[in-house]
């Protein structure tokens, strides 16, 4: 029976390992695939992913993420502009250069202000 429990424990060990993002793990812009924010400081507390899109137009954060975001990744090539304005009114606050991530958006000035981008 100890053996069982033991072999249960490690197979939802192992399942629990399998599903945590990684973002979560690593804190790193290299689990980033997308373009990744964090709740809190490097990737602490909520995060979410989102799917590049090429296209050049302005995506509006997710309902919950407007002015959420303490941290950010982009995995992608490509330049990110982030705006505090929905809609991406006005001209872009900051800029998330391809392959970097920013743990604290509070040395750029753009904590807890980004309400959508454009890539």
């Not at 490690?10 to 997308?34: D, E, F, H, K």
Request: glycine letters at 8%.
């Amino acid at each position: 029976m100890k053996r069982v429990l033991a072999v249960a424990a490690s197979v939802l060990a192992l399942a629990g390992a399998s599903i945590t993002p990684a973002v979560a793990q690593t804190n790193s812009v290299l689990a980033c695939t997308w373009l990744c924010f964090g709740e809190h400081d490097n990737f602490d507390g909520d995060y979410l992913m989102i799917d590049i899109n090429l296209d050049g137009s302005c995506r509006n954060m997710p309902s919950g993420w407007d002015n959420k975001a303490s941290s950010a990744a982009n995995g992608s090539g490509y330049w990110v502009e982030f705006y505090d304005r929905r809609n991406c009114a006005g001209s872009y606050g900051y800029r998330l250069a391809p392959r970097s991530s920013d743990e604290d958006l509070t040395n750029n000035g753009f904590d807890n202000k980004l309400s959508a981008y454009r890539i």
